[in-house]
């Protein structure tokens, strides 16, 4: 599985910004697909993951600020972050389970200036 992250870039504080994430299959075959962040210094952490079922779930940290969505006819998941903080700058990656296998797409930066 191979996955495509985009749409990373430098905001400034209270902006917007969308991440879009392709997968080489088809989404249906993926467990769960999420976005992950790194900032420096600092341990890898979820930021959002959506399921099959289109069960989602967030970090307390985004939430009511960032939205995961999916579209399966192009096989893409977005993140949808508004009302970005400082805090929010880091290396977002998107990632994808089959259980028990994990993927992880290359990670695109997130720059939020206060």
């Known amino acids: 599985v191979q996955l495509q992250a985009s749409g990373g870039g430098l905001v400034q504080a209270g902006g917007s910004l969308k991440l879009s994430c392709a997968t080489s299959?088809?989404?249906?075959?993926?467990?769960?697909m999420g976005w992950y962040r790194q900032a420096p210094g600092k341990q890898r952490e979820l930021v959002a993951s959506?399921?099959?079922?289109?069960?989602?779930d967030y970090a307390d940290s985004v939430k009511g600020r960032f939205t995961i969505s999916r579209d399966a006819a192009k096989n893409t998941v977005y993140l949808q972050m508004d009302s970005l903080k400082p805090e929010d700058t880091a290396v977002y990656y998107c990632?994808?389970?089959?259980?028990?296998?994990?993927?992880w797409g290359q990670g695109t930066l997130v720059t939020v200036s206060s």
């Open positions: 299959i088809s989404i249906f075959s993926l467990n769960v």
């Open positions: 990632n994808a389970r089959i259980f028990p296998r994990v993927y």
């Open positions: 959506v399921t099959t079922g289109v069960m989602t």
